[in-house]
């Protein structure tokens, strides 16, 4: 399977820490997209990293790819409870094939 | 204005219904997709179109049929409901694939 594998599956913070996120694959990407989903609405995107690109910033979000070990990380600084919601790397693989969605990591940032 | 629409937001129908999803795009998008997430939240692809054509269709029973009557418009249509089709059901559209996707709302189908 190709689908990428996040982890932690559940992650639960206080407001103002750090959160991390990883997600792993199996074969070669041409890009990696994180997502957000609120609970009850639709996916929006975050970040698109290339597989050429290493590390990418939007705001108080990092995203770090590392090819030779097929994962990427998410980073929220500065947590707020607004971004409680769960996560999702998505892959697109050679011959630009449809995203593959992972599992997700539900985070809690508790006010 | 939204940029990708789904109608109808909920849906609650008997077993062996027919019924129909709508999806528009006003982002001048080439690409539409259909995806469905289970209750465990795993998300799926189900169809993908490309400039009106069907590009993707992973293994999803032939009781689904997609259809585009042009480049802005998905519709998924469901024949004879089953239980197991209760889900939340995405339409997506892209510039190209594997681009970033913008997603709709979701339907949330519910067969009793």
């Known amino acids: 399977s190709q689908q990428g594998e996040e982890d932690p599956q559940a992650l639960s913070i206080q407001e103002g820490e750090n959160a991390t996120m990883n997600c792993s694959y199996k074969?070669?990407?041409?890009?990696l997209q994180w997502y957000r989903q609120n609970s009850g609405r639709g996916l929006v995107h975050l970040i698109l990293?290339?597989?050429?690109?290493r590390e990418k910033h939007s705001g108080r979000l990092r995203v770090t790819l590392d090819t030779s070990k097929k994962s990427s990380s998410l980073l929220i600084t500065a947590s707020r409870a607004a971004d409680t919601a769960s996560y999702f790397c998505a892959t697109v693989h050679s011959g630009n094939t449809p995203l593959v969605f992972g599992k997700g990591t539900r985070l809690s940032v508790i006010a | 204005d939204t940029a990708v629409s789904q109608t109808p937001k909920y849906l609650v129908t008997q077993m062996g219904n027919d019924k129909s999803i709508k999806c528009e795009q006003n982002?001048?998008?080439?690409?539409m997709y259909w995806y469905k997430q289970d209750s465990k939240k795993f998300l799926k692809i189900m169809f993908s179109y490309n400039n009106k054509e069907l590009i993707i269709n992973e293994t999803v029973p032939n009781r689904f049929s997609p259809k585009s009557p042009d480049k802005a418009h998905l519709n998924l249509h469901i024949n004879s409901l089953e239980l197991g089709d209760s889900a939340v059901y995405f339409c997506?559209?892209?510039?190209?694939?594997?681009?970033?996707?913008?997603f709709g709302p979701g339907t949330r189908l519910l067969v009793l």
């Open positions: 997506a559209s892209s510039l190209g694939l594997g681009e970033t996707q913008y």
């Open positions: 982002l001048g998008h080439d690409t």
């Open positions: 074969t070669s990407i041409n890009n």
């Open positions: 990293i290339r597989s050429n690109e």
